[in-house]
């Protein structure tokens, strides 16, 4: 039985492995998200980068055609109108590694998942 590749450990790991063309769109969401979670626990859960404080905050993700951040649905739901010319799942917000990334958006959509995140009272993980 051939042996799986070991799981990246930490989130630039997961970076320095991913396709040579995706790797510009992950440095740029990991700085993003670090900036605006400085104290947030970065971890790697599920094979992809998380944010956690304690809670999920958010993920990303590298793919054949594209990357992907995932700030969880409702936060997605809240920023609908402002996501219309991008692509959209559920969970994720998905760009071309060949477009440029939506800095602002995404620094926009973060905050506002990080302060949602903290004014909760439950003790759920997402």
């Known amino acids: 039985m051939p042996s799986l590749a070991p799981q990246p450990a930490t989130i630039g790991d997961y970076i320095q492995r991913a396709a040579s063309e995706r790797q510009p769109h992950l440095r740029k969401l990991h700085a993003i ?12 859960k599920w094979g992809n980068p998380f944010f956690v404080e304690p809670r999920f905050l958010f993920a990303f993700s590298a793919h054949k055609s594209r990357v992907s951040f995932a700030p969880g649905p409702k936060t997605l739901q809240v920023f609908g109108d402002e996501l219309s010319q991008y692509t959209t799942t559920k ?7 060949d477009e440029p990334l939506p800095e602002d958006l995404i620094r926009k959509i973060a905050k506002y998942r990080f302060n949602a995140v903290k004014e909760r009272v439950d003790d759920g993980f997402w």
Do not use: G, Y
């Open 33 to 44: 998200l670090e900036s605006v979670a400085p104290n947030a626990e970065e971890t790697i």
């Open 91 to 97: 969970n994720f917000l998905c760009f071309a590694h």
